[in-house]
Every structure is written in C-alpha cells, then in structure tokens.
C-alpha cells in the first residue's frame, strides 16, 4: 500500500549571524539546511495498522504532508498504492481519509449531517453507498445525538467522532490518523479506539497513525515505526520492542502467610503492603516462570501476576538513553 525508498525531504531556512544588525541580515541572510525527512525507508502491505512515533521535531508531520500530497520530497521514491501522491492528487485524495486531531474537516456553522451530505457530493460517494456507510458509523461511532448539531457546537469527543465518519465515507483504502484522540476523555478514547479497531478488521483499511498517547499504539497497533532527526530508528513488532527496551517488569505476590525476607536471585522488592509484596526484575537476568519458581519454592503463595512495563515508559528509555542509536533495526 505504502512504498517509501530513501525518501528526503529538506528546507532551507534563514539564520541570521550572531551580532548581525538586522538591516544587515535582510541584505546578507545566512541560510542553512534543515533535514525534517532524512533518507527515509519502509513499506506499509494493505490492511496494515501501524504507529508512526517519535518526539516533536522528528519528521512525522512531514512524512504525512508527502504521503498525502501536500509536500513534494526533495528526494527519493514514495508511492501509495501505485500512485504518486502529488503528481495525481486530485484523483489521489479521493482514495484516503484523513483525521487530524487539531482540526476538522467539517464545516463550523453547518448540522453535521449537512457536512456529510456536502462531502458525498464531493467525494462523488454513490447515494445508496453514503446511505449504507452512513448508517453503520451512526451505530458504531453513536452520532444519531448530535447529527442536526453546529459543528461549532459540539464537544470535542463529538467532532471527532464525526470527523472519523466524514474521513470514511467514500470508502478509502487507506486512512492516516494524526492525534485522534488528543484531549479526549477516557470514554472518548475508547469509542474511538474501537471504531478504527473495527474499521480495520472488518473493512481491511489501511491505517497509519501518529499520536503521542502512547496508549493508542498499545491498543491499536502491532507494528510500530520510531524515527527521529528524520531517520528511521526502529520498524517492527511493538512486542518486541517490548522486550529488548522495556526496562523492569513487576512480579507482585499475595503471600498466603507472612515472610520476613523475600529476596531471590535475579529480582529485588520494590514494594511491600501487608501480604502483597511486589518485585522487579529485567527479563534478560531471568524469565518470569523462573522468578516464579524461585518465590514459589521458597514461600507459600496465594496468588500472583506478572506486569509488563507500559509502552510509555518503554519509549521514554529509548529516547533518554538514545538506546536506537545503535545500529538500526531492519524489518
């Protein structure tokens, strides 16, 4: 669906020296090179669920611009299924949705449904089709409340949720999602987490998201993309991203009886409250079975659970001690 192949895109901005006046610096202006895309690969297959993270600053703004045809890349090869974003735009964007969290695309002043009706006729959506799309995002996404509303009169969990439907109405295969659920409230999220769930499982859309709630990835997403500087630091699978950064898990154990001392090989207590005593341990220094064993082999045990550090701070290790820079991860 998606082929990106040493893709750049670079700007150049104006600096001025310092101690230069600022008449001097309008007639001389030093300019230097900005790389927001830096030699850039990867390949999206259809059906795909992928999130594309990384700090502020870290290309994925510009990515996005290229991928749907607002930017044209300084360098490389980028197509979208088959097609070249900005050579066919017009044709192009009548084969995408888009949702950015941050605007919409909906008319302020107008009901929703009126937004919904313009865009069919812009899309050129089949009137039986929009009927029949219209009519399964009302039940999935709950719009029916609020579809004679202003736009401008809406919540912010509501003008997402009608922004999602106006984004997939014309049925497209591919849709990037850019901070969907920023400001939103749990029950917000959730709905809308659901929704792109079931859009991509039942429909097969394409969807590339980028998001700093990094909650979104876990539950959405099994491949994630991390670049920063404009490059490309990791490509693969979230678990074993997991895995190989994910620092300390936690072993937390309800003790039958009281002990006086838990200390095992490979693990140290981290927390004690009454019978419930939680311990760390990296996965490299031993398995969760194995901790397991130990603790059971040396204390009566009521019950017990082993949890996985959260991608949160999994990504906040990577980026703290710069772990990716080590030599790339090929997918």
């Known amino acids: 669906m998606i082929h990106v192949e040493n893709l750049s895109k670079h700007f150049t901005v104006r600096a001025r020296r310092e101690g230069q006046g600022r008449l001097r610096s309008l007639l001389s202006p030093e300019t230097r090179i900005v790389r927001a895309v830096d030699d850039l690969s990867f390949h999206v297959e259809a059906g795909e669920m992928v999130g594309y993270l990384g700090p502020n600053g870290a290309g994925k703004s510009t990515t996005i611009k290229m991928l749907t045809g607002l930017l044209v890349p300084t360098s490389g090869e980028l197509s979208v299924d088959g097609v070249v974003p900005w050579r066919a735009r017009r044709s192009y964007v009548a084969g995408i949705g888009a949702v950015f969290g941050h605007r919409t695309t909906l008319w302020w002043d107008l009901p929703v449904i009126e ?9 050129r959506v089949p009137e039986a089709r929009f009927r029949a799309n219209l009519r399964e995002f009302e039940d999935l996404l709950e719009l029916r409340e609020f579809l004679h509303t202003p736009v401008r009169a809406l919540s912010l969990g509501q003008r997402m949720r009608a922004d999602l ?86 072993l937390v154990v309800d003790l039958a009886e009281g002990a006086a001392d838990l200390s095992v090989d490979g693990a140290r207590v981290v927390e004690r409250d009454g019978p419930r005593v939680t311990l760390a341990f990296r996965r490299e220094d031993v398995s969760a079975s194995e901790l397991i064993r130990r603790v059971t082999d040396r204390v009566a ?28 991860v090929e997918r």
């Open 115 to 123: 937004s919904l009706e313009l865009l069919r006729h812009v899309y």
């Open 165 to 250: 439907c106006a984004a997939l109405l014309h049925d497209p295969k591919l849709l990037f999602l850019d901070e969907p659920t920023i400001g939103l409230d749990v029950v917000a999220r959730e709905r809308i987490r659901e929704f792109v769930w079931s859009i991509n499982r039942e429909r097969g859309t394409t969807v590339l998201l980028t998001t700093h709630d990094l909650s979104d990835v876990q539950r959405l997403c099994r491949r994630v993309m991390i670049i920063d500087h404009g490059r490309r630091l990791y490509d693969g699978d979230l678990a074993a991203l997991q895995d190989r950064f994910g620092g300390e898990r936690r």
């Open 301 to 328: 045990v009521r019950d017990l659970s082993v949890h996985e550090p959260d991608i949160e701070s999994t990504i906040r290790e990577i980026y703290v001690h710069d772990l990716l820079r080590r030599p790339q």
